[in-house]
């Protein structure tokens, strides 16, 4: 039996793929590459080229690699570019899920596992660690999709054999301690990634959108949870869905917020270089705080976090962006 990674090539996805396999499971991708790499997926697991919206395609797949379960990553996840293009995050996070999983259902797998996001949230009404209880009410596109396809899963449970588990990310940072794979996504968004390359001189600045915010800093404030320790409680959510577990929905993150500022000055610390930081207008569609309640991943999950520290975060996708920078020097 062999488990589905859709969007394998690309940054969390390919970490998927490697924890996988160094559990000893097959494994096989589906990737369109339009935002991944075939570099990124390693020889011991298939890659098929091709998008989740083709039915056709992923029913194939399904069936010539007796698919077991299916790790859905495929998507887009630039909140402020869903803002620009909400209806390319309809199509690729919303309508493109649906058609995954009308295969997923119509070939009878039982075991599907979706990367959900914090943003289902939006603004939080209270103050302190968010727990998964709380009123989902998405501040933008990409929030919206993936809460659509969070009810669609939902409800085609209800009506199927499906079993899942929903993990909602808080924010995803750091790189493989081995270095076989990291976040190599070109013009890329997120905050650790943009800082560690104007510490390794790629961009000649960084800018923080917005340091007027209701926090103690001025600065938003975020959850960074490594992307070893994510992809380590989607092996235990495979396990949980594999010990007949039937429906399970959990943040992911560490319960602990750092500021923007905060990150910056530690990539400054970390890699020994300063750069310069400009003050910039607020981003659209940003939430000022948003740290995860992980009671309830740690509890039912057999799930313990292995690299909860900011600085062993920021110092792996610093070793990550150096190789990158090799890898580019001589291809
Ligand atoms: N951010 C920033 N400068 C950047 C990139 C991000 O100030 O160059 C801020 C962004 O406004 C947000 C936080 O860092 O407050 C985290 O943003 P990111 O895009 O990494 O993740 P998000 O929380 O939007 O998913």
Same mark, same amino acid.
């Given at each position: 039996?062999?488990?589905?990674?859709?969007?394998?090539?690309?940054?969390?996805?390919?970490?998927?793929?490697?924890?996988?396999?160094?559990?000893?499971?097959? !494994?096989?991708?589906?990737?369109?590459?339009?935002?991944?790499?075939?570099?990124? !997926?390693?020889?011991?697991?298939?890659?098929?080229?091709?998008?989740?919206?083709?039915?056709?395609?992923?029913?194939?797949?399904?069936? =010539? /690699?007796?698919?077991?379960?299916? *790790?859905?990553?495929?998507?887009?996840?630039?909140?402020?570019?869903?803002?620009?293009?909400?209806?390319?995050?309809?199509?690729?996070?919303?309508?493109?899920?649906?058609?995954?999983? =009308?295969?997923?259902?119509?070939?009878?797998?039982?075991? /599907?596992?979706?990367?959900?996001?914090?943003?289902?949230?939006?603004?939080?009404?209270?103050?302190?660690?968010?727990?998964?209880?709380?009123?989902?009410?998405?501040?933008?596109?990409?929030?919206?999709?993936?809460?659509?396809?969070?009810?669609?899963?939902? =409800?085609?449970?209800?009506?199927?054999?499906?079993?899942?588990?929903?993990?909602?990310?808080?924010? !995803?940072?750091?790189?493989?301690?081995?270095?076989?794979?990291?976040?190599?996504?070109?013009?890329?968004?997120?905050?650790?990634? *943009?800082?560690?390359?104007?510490?390794?001189?790629?961009?000649?600045?960084?800018?923080? /959108?917005?340091?007027?915010?209701?926090?103690? =800093?001025?600065?938003?404030?975020?959850?960074?949870?490594?992307?070893?320790?994510? !992809?380590?409680?989607?092996?235990?959510?495979?396990?949980?869905?594999?010990?007949?577990?039937?429906?399970?929905?959990?943040?992911?993150?560490?319960?602990?917020?750092?500021?923007?500022?905060?990150?910056?000055?530690?990539?400054?610390? *970390?890699?020994?270089?300063? /750069?310069?930081?400009?003050?910039?207008?607020?981003?659209?569609?940003?939430?000022?705080?948003?740290?995860?309640?992980?009671?309830?991943?740690?509890?039912?999950?057999?799930?313990?976090?292995?690299?909860?520290?900011?600085?062993?975060?920021?110092?792996?996708?610093?070793?990550?962006?150096?190789?990158?920078?090799?890898?580019?020097?001589?291809?």
């Amino acid at each position: 039996m062999t488990i589905l990674v859709t969007g394998g090539a690309g940054y969390i996805g390919s970490h998927m793929v490697f924890e996988l396999l160094d559990h000893g499971e097959k !494994v096989v991708v589906i990737d369109n590459l339009t935002t991944g790499f075939d570099w990124a !997926v390693p020889d011991r697991a298939e890659l098929v080229i091709g998008d989740i919206g083709d039915k056709k395609l992923v029913e194939r797949v399904i069936r =010539d /690699f007796k698919v077991e379960a299916v *790790i859905h990553f495929a998507g887009s996840v630039v909140v402020p570019e869903s803002i620009e293009k909400p209806l390319d995050y309809y199509r690729n996070n919303t309508s493109n899920s649906r058609e995954l999983l =009308d295969a997923v259902v119509n070939c009878g797998v039982d075991k /599907f596992i979706f990367s959900s996001t914090a943003a289902v949230y939006g603004t939080p009404m209270t103050t302190g660690p968010i727990r998964e209880d709380a009123i989902l009410n998405p501040m933008s596109p990409y929030g919206s999709s993936k809460l659509m396809t969070e009810i669609m899963v939902r =409800d085609a449970a209800l009506a199927s054999d499906l079993r899942y588990v929903m993990l909602r990310y808080f924010n !995803v940072a750091g790189c493989d301690a081995l270095k076989r794979t990291g976040q190599s996504t070109k013009g890329a968004t997120h905050l650790i990634k *943009i800082a560690c390359e104007a510490a390794l001189g790629k961009r000649p600045f960084m800018g923080v /959108f917005g340091n007027d915010y209701d926090t103690p =800093d001025g600065s938003c404030i975020r959850d960074f949870i490594h992307v070893s320790d994510l !992809v380590n409680a989607h092996y235990a959510a495979l396990n949980f869905l594999r010990q007949g577990g039937l429906k399970f929905t959990a943040n992911c993150g560490y319960s602990k917020g750092y500021s923007v500022l905060e990150v910056i000055e530690a990539v400054k610390r *970390i890699s020994g270089n300063d /750069f310069p930081v400009m003050m910039e207008p607020r981003r659209p569609g940003d939430i000022p705080a948003l740290t995860a309640n992980s009671h309830r991943l740690k509890s039912r999950l057999t799930w313990s976090p292995r690299f909860d520290d900011l600085d062993t975060i920021i110092k792996t996708a610093l070793d990550w962006e150096s190789a990158l920078e090799q890898r580019r020097k001589s291809a």
